[in-house]
């Protein structure tokens, strides 16, 4: 088993890392909401008062921050970890961020001869606490190898998705398609339920044809339709709409740097957008069926 630093504990750095401490590794936990830190320790964690002190002569660093922003302060600030850790720590950032940032904390690290890689994750917070992430890993193959002794414990589908900032750009692409597919999905049931149609039985019908995908099969956006689904529990919890569009912000920001054709996923944005500001950030991405009202 290895000795792991977990860096940021909310909705999905807490179960993810929880998990780690199942799977037997010594785990230290860091995070500025004491009350996140005390339930990890209460599932048989360590803690620490600092990042670097979490750090500190382990084998793996696991990251799960807000935005690029915060990845760069950990990692590259003066007092950052790439000044903190040993050669021989791997370095993991799962946090959703920007592929530069990803490329700038890699090119840094490698500076030092530290291995790092972006390893974003997919399957929200139902996934997380289960251990069945899909996890997309960007950076050396030989640092991969090593991760993936590590990402077993939190996930089931673990990718090499190419050099540093690979693991990020399919993540916004794989996110940018959810968004469309959200979409779609929640407009064709719509569709069907004003023109008289059950959702329950127009769902069925789709996921025996041509129309079958993701949300349909696990995640049905219509209310009453699936029990587990967060739109059956006035959609919450889940993937907040916020952070969807956080996501979507991501994919376009890298379709301007490549010149790349996105139409449908600027208009899930937009739609997104829209729907936060009406106040609904908070809820679950599903939740845009109800934009889709008379």
């Given at each position: 088993m290895s000795k792991v630093a977990f860096i940021g504990l909310g909705n999905m750095g807490g179960p993810m890392a929880a998990n780690l401490v199942k799977s037997g590794h010594q785990v230290c936990v860091f995070d500025l909401v004491?009350?996140?830190?005390?339930?990890?320790?209460?599932?048989?964690?360590?803690?620490?008062?600092?990042?670097?002190?979490?750090?500190?002569d382990v084998d793996f660093v696991i990251t799960m921050?807000?935005?690029?922003?915060?990845?760069?302060?950990?990692?590259l600030g003066d007092d950052g970890l790439l000044n903190n850790v040993g050669p021989n720590t791997v370095l993991l950032d799962s946090s959703t961020i920007d592929a530069a940032t990803a490329r700038k904390v890699a090119a840094a690290a490698n500076e030092k001869g530290i291995a790092v890689m972006?390893?974003?994750?997919?399957?929200?917070?139902?996934?997380?606490?289960?251990?069945?992430?899909a996890f997309m890993c960007g950076g050396s193959a030989e640092s991969f190898a090593k991760a993936k002794l590590i990402l077993e414990g939190m996930g089931k589908n673990i990718f090499h998705a190419g050099d540093h900032g690979s693991g990020q750009v399919a993540k916004i692409c794989n996110n940018m398609l959810l968004s469309v597919l959200m979409v779609g999905t929640s407009e064709a049931l719509k569709l069907g339920v004003d023109n008289g149609m059950d959702p329950a039985k127009l769902s069925e019908i789709m996921l025996a044809s041509s129309g079958r995908n993701w949300s349909l099969e696990v995640y049905n956006p219509y209310p009453g339709v699936m029990p587990t689904a967060p739109a059956s529990n006035d959609y919450k919890p889940g993937f907040m709409v916020d952070l969807m569009c956080k996501d979507l912000g991501l994919a376009m920001e890298t379709a301007v740097h490549t010149k790349s054709s996105t139409p449908m996923g600027?208009?899930?944005?937009?739609l997104y957008s829209?729907?936060?500001?009406?106040g609904n950030g908070q809820r679950d991405f599903s939740s845009i069926l109800e934009m889709l009202g008379k």
């Open positions: 004491p009350a996140a830190v005390k339930q990890l320790v209460d599932a048989g964690a360590t803690s620490a008062a600092s990042a670097n002190a979490a750090a500190a921050l807000p935005a690029g922003k915060h990845v760069e302060m950990v990692y972006d390893t974003p994750v997919s399957g929200g917070v139902a996934a997380a606490a289960a251990g069945t992430l600027a208009l899930a944005r937009s829209a729907h936060a500001a009406n």
